[in-house]
């Protein structure tokens, strides 16, 4: 029974809150561009991939080559930010990750951040080792609220999308769940709505036997 079932994380403003380092990553990384970004336009970045954030803060003289070496300059800032300063579960994560492993869920995370990022995370929170695969932003073409990456996650731990439960934080994962025929939680911190088929402020308040209802409607 349990060899089948899956829950699909998705990380950063899920399992870990990523956006101070992201923001100190972008801020320097762009300032040695010559180009300084507000709080405000980094914050309505999220979510989206760099190529679609450079370009629309560059503009015109954003070349493929470029938009590439900005990309992965900032992103190696925030992995050697991560490993320098370290990084925390949100409340609730630690606890739910190791329960699940412990009751032989199959677990993915399944996030449009690069790879290399998502290791780097579960090492910091020191939960590899409850996770059987990972979707990164190499392992699709199509971002959420597309289902392609949970869907290949599902593929990937072997879990027909019916056995998934996906945990997110925003309305485009959301939807990406839903598209893919999966039950989601939603981890609501900021009070924005979200359509899932349970929504907490935080995974610490998730009733203990959750992950095994929402598998039962």
């Not at 597309?146 to 869907?151: G, T």
């Not at 439960?165 to 999966?182: C, F, L, N, Q, Y």
Request: charged share 25%; aromatic share 6%.
């Amino acid at each position: 029974m349990g060899k089948h079932r899956a829950v699909l994380w998705d990380m950063d403003g899920t399992l870990i809150d990523s956006e101070e380092l992201h923001w100190i990553a972008w801020q320097e990384t762009m300032a040695g561009q010559g180009h300084s970004i507000t709080r405000e336009q980094f914050l309505s970045s999220f979510g989206q991939r760099n190529d679609t954030i450079i370009s629309g803060w560059l503009g015109a003289t954003a070349t493929p080559e470029l938009i590439e070496k900005i990309g992965d300059a900032k992103e190696k800032r925030y992995r050697d930010l991560v490993r320098k300063v370290g990084i925390s579960p949100l409340p609730g994560v630690a606890h739910w990750i190791q329960r699940l492993h412990d009751e032989q869920w199959l677990q993915a995370i399944a996030s449009a951040a690069p790879r290399l990022n998502v290791e780097v995370v579960l090492d910091a929170i020191s939960a590899a080792h409850c996770f059987q695969a990972i979707v990164s932003a190499e392992d699709v073409s199509k971002g959420k609220p597309d289902p392609e990456v949970y869907l290949t996650a599902a593929a990937k731990v072997g879990a027909p999308p019916a056995r998934c439960v996906v945990v997110e934080d925003a309305p485009a994962g959301i939807e990406g769940a839903r598209r893919a025929g999966m039950r989601s939680i939603g981890v609501n911190h900021t009070g924005r709505h979200l359509d899932a088929d349970v929504v907490v402020p935080s995974l610490d308040l998730l009733q203990p036997d959750v992950f095994e209802r929402l598998l039962r409607r």
